[in-house]
């Protein structure tokens, strides 16, 4: 911890509104692959390791575990190419010859009609408060990548603590969809949870 001169810790001592976000503040920040769902006649172990390809240059915190995923696997990783990272929404390049997509379902889905198997996965990664990265290949919806990203053991005490100290509301701000976000922030004990928010939205 850096704490550059008494000003800031007189501040603190006077805050009575916190902010946090979710991914590695009250989450472990280290997410995991849980399972992939298929939705067409391209494998699995070829979605994922077309999606770790394109991965490899992202910067987001689900691209790390996709690219372990697939090189655990031994997966043949390619590099990729025409890459365009939309913050907040996902990634798009060409892998092999081939145009993927990876994120948000209402960025890679564009619109289409889902299926009944998406429509019960978007409900129970919901429901489990797991998140989602779901993948486009060639322009159609070819899967699901679940990915469980804990919550600290210590992060409900933590606010606890804080509360006694002064801390009155408490707001948890991420980029996850509505019912992840509200699974971890009001596990937590959040007074309010705002979902969706873009990197400089949470500015």
């Known amino acids: ?94 892998v092999d010859g081939t145009r993927v997509a990876l994120g948000k379902l209402a960025w890679v889905g564009r619109d289409r009609p889902l299926t009944a198997a998406m429509r019960q996965v978007r409900r129970s990664t919901a429901l489990e408060g797991t998140s989602s990265v779901w993948v486009a290949i060639g322009g159609e919806t070819a899967a699901t990548l679940v990915l469980h990203d804990p919550i600290r053991t210590d992060a409900r005490s933590t606010i606890r603590a804080l509360r006694s100290s002064g801390i009155r509301r408490v707001v948890m701000i991420t980029g996850d969809h509505p019912e992840v976000a509200e699974t971890v922030g009001f596990g937590v004990g959040a007074d309010l949870v705002l979902a969706e928010r873009s990197p400089s939205e949470k500015v």
């Open 1 to 94: 911890i850096i704490v550059k001169g008494g000003a800031p810790l007189e501040a603190l001592g006077r805050a009575t509104v916190l902010l946090l976000d979710k991914t590695g503040t009250l989450t472990t920040g280290r997410p995991a692959l849980r399972e992939v769902h298929v939705y067409g006649a391209i494998p699995a172990d070829e979605i994922l390791r077309l999606a770790a390809s394109l991965d490899q240059v992202s910067p987001h915190v689900f691209a790390a575990p996709l690219v372990g995923a697939a090189r655990q696997k031994g997966l043949r990783l390619s590099f990729p190419t025409a890459v365009l990272e939309h913050h907040g929404q996902g990634i798009e390049g060409v």
